[in-house]
């Protein structure tokens, strides 16, 4: 991985073009991780509507889960990728090019949060690519993202009833808080999990790698 300059805030939307390698997650499976380009975001709308429809169903409402358009979907990530407001990750089969997910970061959205907080917004891989090692590649990727963002901590909000996603993020690293709300679909519970992207200082030097 390349060495990146942390800036002093990590809520900075400038776009981090980091070239990840590709990920080798089990034998004769292997992953391109880069950030998406415009010709991926389809791809990636499509996992993200399949992910949902298998993680979601009975949970969210089904008229929602039938209304989902990867080509809005798409489009919408376009404008907001263009207006810096995220960045966006994409995991492609080497075998065949396929986008199998994708990982949205950005800035952590809560005006009070700390300072050098970024924020995993989404990562939804495929059913069909459940338990390959996407979802771990991806994740590799947003947290380089941010912390070559100059993060110290990763967070993100999982529903609390997505048992897949909370044993898959336990397993990674990330430590589930107390901090609860609930999803505008349904009012379900949310939890937050947070990360440490970093070492912590206790002498106030973030310079260190």
Request: net charge neutral.
């Amino acid at each position: 991985m390349p060495d990146h300059p942390a800036p002093t805030d990590c809520r900075s939307t400038a776009d981090r073009r980091l070239d990840v390698r590709p990920g080798d997650v089990r034998p004769g499976t292997a992953f391109d991780v880069r950030a998406a380009r415009s010709g991926d975001l389809y791809g990636a709308a499509v996992a993200r509507v399949a992910s949902w429809r298998g993680a979601f169903a009975g949970l969210v409402p089904q008229d929602f889960l039938d209304a989902m358009d990867p080509a809005k979907i798409a489009a919408s990530w376009a404008d907001s990728i263009a207006a810096g407001r995220s960045r966006l990750y994409v995991a492609a089969a080497v075998a065949g090019g396929e986008i199998v997910g994708y990982a949205g970061v950005g800035p952590e959205r809560e005006a009070d949060a700390p300072e050098h907080v970024g924020e995993l917004y989404a990562l939804f891989v495929h059913p069909d690519w459940w338990g390959s090692g996407a979802a771990r590649v991806l994740t590799d990727a947003a947290v380089a993202d941010l912390r070559a963002a100059g993060c110290d901590q990763v967070w993100l909000w999982v529903l609390e009833a997505n048992i897949r996603a909370r044993a898959f993020y336990r397993r990674y690293g990330f430590t589930e808080t107390p901090d609860r709300t609930h999803s505008s679909l349904n009012n379900l519970p949310e939890l937050r999990l947070r990360l440490q992207a970093r070492p912590e200082y206790s002498n106030g030097d973030r310079t260190k790698t």
